[in-house]
């Protein structure tokens, strides 16, 4: 019924008819009035007052409406359920099929029940709470099978086969207050990491679950975008130091609702609330779990709900992945640890954040890396198993140590160690590009992809390793298709433009760069094409700029070496060269590939510095063009 065309698109009608049809069922028909139903189903607050808000009489009548048009199309031999006007407790009757479409293989209701009357008592029925709960059980079983309801007994939650992929998608803040945004958020990326952690689920990444944010969208078509086989979706309501999380779940396939649950706690036991929906989720979705992972799932990092709020303010900052985001992230966990130093999560953050920085050149890549690697680092002592430390620890090794096997090494013990989630393996990538190992790389982007389908900085992994493989026709036909001829696109404007490059289409090359936003590498790049296409004043103009700019923020000396080895400056140069490489630029992993290396590398001068980098990054290939 829930999954019918009657009810398909009406959650209020759907959480409504299933919370009264449950309590009935459970013999708690007494306790189904209008101020518990407007707090159970319509998540209103303690002092809701059903007089001055009229949403359950209002609801009532649409849930009435709704079965009256389910009634009028349900066919002979169903079970009719009505919400009798002026009550809100369902009342049940079997509407038996014709008589002569009863057979011998197919026993009507009254014979499954050995009764002699197809009648099953309703609220009103002067029968004991236990045999009338009886009563309703065995008959709402014996109906649906007498009218050949075989698909619904299957469908039934305990009855159905395991759902191994899930989306949690982010927890509606009901609370009308954006500064309490957070706490829904922040509870969606903690059981997001949870399940992550758990194993045994795919589980779809915080880009593509938060790209569905404020949209009406069916299950159907949510499932269909991101290959899941189940939406969980809820919200949020906090009154004083109460708050108040309605979640559930449904089946993707059929929209049928495996799991509706409410949960009324203090503020002060939001954590436990964490760990009691993962573990009613994963039981739902009915993955065998071993006991580890039973344990991962469960797990409490800290006993402060103080320091567990910030981390969850801090999860929320770092979500933004934007300068100012990273910075109120940072100082966001630090809080977090100043109350409880024994938490590993906020260090897992603080690792990430670090990490971030390092990488889009906002901090110089020592104290970045350095900070990283010491909080992961601290992060694993006390849970051996956080694979995301580990991933973060094995991206330090590659980028900044040019530990390559080491890497490597790491980054399979991490993904071993624990389930993985996107990032690990898009790290991973990257690990595997500098040692040309074009197939391994391109098969963890993918998995990165496939974990997070809707991010487009995923999604652009894999054209920017086309690129560096050689398949520049490929990655510009990816590139096209994920827009990255649109002005903001960033990185994957930069990847077309480097396509184009590489097909010695600069003028394609420029117009793309010229539109996309001026970070780092952009005007780097631009000003090699500008060079290489004879536009030498541009191109100098762009150098000013970034030395102007190098006066008061960190600016990459890999940056400058682009722009005066493209202008024929040996001097200054190879003197950015070697500042490169002494700070272990996290950008030289692309050298060998990079357009603007490989371009210089045809000039002898630039050749016999780049083949210092080959020796000095552990790598002795490293300059040898594929392209």
């Not at 065309?5 to 449950?22: C, D, I």
Request: net charge neutral; glycine share 6%.
């Amino acid at each position: 019924m829930l999954a019918s065309r009657a009810f398909a698109s009406a959650t209020r009608s759907r959480r409504f008819l299933q919370y009264v049809v449950e309590e009935t069922l459970a013999g708690r028909q007494a306790h189904i009035k209008e101020y518990t139903l407007g707090e159970a189903v319509f998540d209103r607050t303690a002092d809701f007052d059903p007089k001055a808000d009229p949403i359950v009489r209002v609801e009532a009548v649409k849930l009435r409406a709704r079965l009256a048009e389910y009634e009028a199309e349900a066919a002979p031999g169903t079970l009719r359920i009505a919400l009798p006007k002026g009550a809100y407790v369902p009342t049940f009757e079997w509407r038996p099929a014709p008589a002569d479409t009863a057979t011998a293989e197919t026993p009507t209701a009254a014979a499954a029940l050995d009764a002699p009357s197809p009648s099953i008592p309703t609220a009103a029925t002067p029968t004991s709470g236990r045999w009338r709960r009886r009563w309703l059980w065995e008959a709402l079983v014996a109906v649906t099978l007498a009218a050949g309801g075989i698909a619904f007994w299957r469908g039934l939650p305990w009855r159905s086969p395991p759902l191994t992929s899930v989306v949690i998608l982010p927890f509606e803040n009901l609370t009308g207050d954006p500064h309490e945004d957070y706490l829904g958020l922040g509870l969606t990326e903690e059981l997001t990491d949870a399940l992550t952690r758990s194993g045994g689920l795919r589980v779809v990444s915080r880009t593509s679950a938060f790209s569905f944010q404020g949209k009406s969208l069916d299950v159907k078509q949510i499932g269909a975008r991101l290959g899941v086989a189940a939406v969980v979706e809820g919200s949020v309501r906090r009154s004083g130091d109460r708050i108040r999380v309605t979640a559930q779940l449904i089946q993707v396939a059929d929209g049928f609702h495996r799991w509706s649950q409410t949960f009324d706690r203090q503020i002060t036991d939001s954590i436990s609330l964490q760990s009691d929906l993962a573990q009613a989720i994963a039981a739902n979705l009915r993955v065998p779990l071993s006991g580890e992972q039973e344990q991962r799932l469960t797990r409490q990092y800290t006993a402060n709900p103080e320091a567990f709020t910030l981390y969850l303010k801090g999860k929320q900052e770092l979500g933004r992945m934007s300068p100012g985001g990273l910075d109120r992230a940072r100082e966001l966990y630090r809080r977090s640890l100043a109350i409880d130093p024994n938490y590993p999560l906020p260090k897992i953050g603080l690792a990430v954040t670090c990490l971030m920085q390092g990488m889009f050149g906002l901090q110089a890549p020592a104290a970045s890396m350095e900070c990283a690697r010491r909080y992961a680092s601290e992060a694993l002592v006390a849970d051996p198993s956080l694979s995301e430390a580990r991933a973060v620890l094995a991206s330090v090794r590659g980028r900044y140590d040019w530990d390559w096997a080491g890497a490597e090494a790491d980054f399979r013990l991490a993904l071993a160690s624990g389930p993985s989630a996107a990032a690990h393996n898009a790290f991973a990538s990257n690990v595997l590009l500098p040692q040309a190992k074009f197939e391994e790389a391109i098969r963890e982007a993918r998995l990165a992809q496939q974990m997070d389908p809707l991010s487009l900085s995923f999604a652009a992994g894999v054209p920017w390793l086309w690129i560096f493989s050689g398949d520049a026709d490929k990655a510009i036909a990816e590139f096209r298709r994920l827009g990255a001829g649109e002005p903001g696109s960033g990185a994957m404007a930069l990847g077309l433009a480097l396509a184009h490059a590489f097909r010695q289409e600069l003028k394609e090359a420029i117009q793309v760069l010229e539109a996309a936003p001026p970070d780092g590498p952009v005007i780097a790049h631009l000003a090699v094409l500008y060079a290489q296409s004879g536009r030498i004043p541009d191109a100098r103009r762009i150098l000013a700029r970034m030395q102007q700019q190098s006066k008061t923020s960190y600016v990459s000396p890999l940056t400058f070496f682009l722009m005066y080895a493209a202008l024929d400056e040996a001097g200054p140069a190879e003197a950015a060269l070697e500042q490169a490489l002494a700070d272990h630029d996290l950008n030289l992993i692309y050298a060998r590939f990079d357009f603007g290396f490989h371009f210089l590398g045809q000039n002898p001068r630039y050749a016999a510095m780049l083949h210092r980098v080959r020796q000095r990054m552990n790598l002795s290939d490293l300059l040898e063009s594929k392209h």
